[in-house]
């Protein structure tokens, strides 16, 4: 998949055969340390979400509820609309799911897992870890529709070029802002370090994604090529026998 000259993954790719639509998602936790421990031991605030990977895309448009399945420890929870995500306190890391239920019925349910995590390791190994302020764990997922309904496609286009527009938008409020001189504005145009890391992090995973697919492909392409070569040598040597 190439990249649009803004710098962000193009968001559709067509082709005569079949129209393919990607959209990109992030999920994971973020967790704040209390700094003590509460009297019913809980030494954590911790949210866990499904977000989109470009803000301000909306989710609502192809999923129809997320499910976080947080047994045994704390209840299921449902979210219907964004933001998608559930909020508790507590003191342990578990492991736990995230079921995407689409809009399209056809589309199975998708389930993601996830390491719920509070603190910082130091060593994997031996599962040495320090207490910090904040701490945030998330992955990058893509959600792939192939051949989409026309009312999902069409709701898709519409809600990307929303998006565009108010991009543009802010990109230019920032721009007229800047020009006048305005201290507020110049110091938030300065990168937020763990922002930097993290859409530097997500973008790596996308184009490591991006290059695995590609060499699928290559491979799906030589693969059929040796298939033919060999049914030609088969039907040479069937019809070198049969002569003989």
């Not at 421990?37 to 609502?60: A, C, F, M, N």
């Not at 890391?93 to 589309?107: G, T």
């Not at 938030?188 to 763990?194: A, N, P, T």
């Not at 992090?201 to 492909?217: G, M, T």
Request: glycine content about 6%; hydrophobic content about 30%; overall charge neutral.
């Amino acid at each position: 998949m190439e990249s649009s000259g803004d710098g962000f993954p193009d968001k559709t790719e067509s082709t005569q055969q079949a129209q393919v639509i990607s959209r990109g998602i992030v999920y994971g936790n973020t967790a704040r340390y209390f700094g003590f421990h509460r009297e019913d031991g809980h030494t954590h605030e911790w949210k866990l979400y499904v977000r989109p990977y470009i803000d301000g895309q909306d989710l609502s448009s192809f999923i129809r509820k997320v499910v976080f399945v947080l047994d045994p420890y704390y209840a299921k929870k449902e979210v219907t609309e964004p933001p998608y995500e559930v909020q508790h306190t507590g003191w342990g890391e578990f492991d736990l799911e995230i079921k995407i239920v689409f809009r399209i019925r056809a589309m199975r349910t998708l389930t993601l897992n996830h390491y719920l995590r509070l603190v910082e390791y130091i060593n994997h190994d031996t599962g040495d870890f320090i207490y910090t302020n904040s701490v945030r764990s998330e992955h990058y997922d893509e959600i792939i529709f192939s051949r989409p309904p026309e009312k999902l496609r069409l709701a898709l286009e519409v809600s990307q070029d929303r998006n565009d527009r108010a991009m543009q938008s802010r990109q230019l409020g920032v721009q007229s802002n800047a020009s006048e001189g305005d201290g507020e504005v110049r110091r938030k145009l300065r990168d937020d370090e763990h922002t930097l890391k993290r859409a530097l992090s997500l973008q790596s995973i996308r184009s490591a994604r991006q290059k695995v697919r590609r060499e699928i492909e290559l491979l799906k392409h030589v693969i059929c090529r040796r298939q033919d070569e060999i049914l030609r040598l088969t039907n040479r040597i069937q019809t070198h026998e049969n002569g003989a």
